[in-house]
C-alpha cells in the first residue's frame, strides 16, 4: 500500500536525482577539455612552434613588426622561466584549491558557479530541479515544512543555495509564509514564484512543483545538448 507508494516515489526521486548529476557533469566535462587542448595548444606554440620562426627570422635579418616582437618576446620569457611558472600555476591551484575547500570558500565558489557563462544556466537548472524534486516528496510522505527544507537544501549540491534554503528554513519556523521564504531568498525565478503562490493558494503545492521539477529537468536537457553537441536539433 502506501509504503510500496513511498519506495516507488523514493525510487523515482534518486533515479531522477542521478540522472540529473550526470548531465551536469557531462556539460561540465566538455569544456574542461576545450580548456585543456587550448592550454595545451599555447604551451606547444610558446615551447616549438614561435621558437622556430623566431630562429628563421634571426637568420633572415628582418625588420619584424612590434606586435611579432611582443609575441616572440613572450616565448622567450616562456621558454627561460618555465619551471618558475610551473610552480607559480601550481600554488596559485593549491592555495585556490584550499580557499574553495573553507565554509566561506565553498558559499563563494557556489555562487561563482551559478554566474558562470553557459555552465551556470546548467547548474542552476539541476539545483532547483533538485530542490523541487525533493520538496515534491517531502510534500507527498507528509513531512512538516522546516524539517522538509532542511532536508531539501541538502540535495541541491550547492553550498549557497543550500545556504538559502537554510534560511528560508528558519523563516517558516518563525511563521513566514512559504512565498514569502521564497521570494526573500533570491535565488527563485519569477516562474518558481508564481507556482508557489498558486500552489499556497490552493494548497496544489505538490502537483505544482512537480511541473517545476519537469519544466528544470527539460531545460537542464536542453541545455546539454545546446552546449555539448555541435549542431543541436530543436
Not at 541541491?156 to 531568498?185: F, P, Q
Request: hydrophobic share 50%; charged share 20%; with cysteine.
Amino acid at each position: 500500500g502506501s509504503e510500496m507508494c513511498i519506495r516507488d516515489r523514493l525510487g523515482q526521486y534518486i533515479e531522477r536525482g542521478i540522472d540529473l548529476r550526470r548531465k551536469v557533469q557531462t556539460a561540465i566535462r566538455y569544456p574542461l577539455i576545450v580548456i585543456a587542448v587550448l592550454v595545451f595548444a599555447i604551451i606547444a606554440m610558446n615551447i616549438w612552434i614561435i621558437p622556430a620562426f623566431a630562429n628563421m627570422f634571426v637568420k633572415l635579418n628582418a625588420e619584424l613588426p612590434f606586435i611579432t616582437r611582443v609575441i616572440i618576446g613572450m616565448s622567450n620569457v616562456f621558454m627561460d622561466y618555465t619551471m618558475a611558472l610551473f610552480i607559480f600555476s601550481m600554488s596559485v591551484i593549491f592555495v585556490i584549491g584550499y580557499l574553495i575547500k573553507q565554509p566561506k570558500g565553498q558559499n563563494g565558489w557556489s555562487r561563482v558557479k551559478l554566474k558562470i557563462p553557459i555552465l551556470g544556466k546548467v547548474v542552476r537548472y539541476a539545483a532547483l530541479a533538485r530542490y523541487a524534486n525533493s520538496f515534491r516528496l517531502m510534500l507527498k510522505v507528509g513531512i512538516p515544512l522546516p524539517r522538509a527544507l532542511s532536508l531539501c537544501g541538502k540535495s541541491v549540491s550547492n553550498v549557497y543555495i543550500e545556504n538559502k534554503i537554510h534560511t528560508m528554513n528558519i523563516g517558516v519556523s518563525r511563521g513566514e509564509s512559504l512565498l514569502g521564504v521564497h521570494t526573500h531568498a533570491k535565488i527563485f525565478p519569477d516562474l518558481v514564484l508564481q507556482m508557489v503562490a498558486i500552489g499556497e493558494a490552493s494548497g496544489a503545492l505538490e502537483a505544482l512543483f512537480l511541473d517545476i521539477t519537469d519544466f528544470y529537468t527539460e531545460e537542464v536537457d536542453y541545455s546539454c545538448l545546446l552546449y555539448t553537441s555541435p549542431s543541436p536539433r530543436d
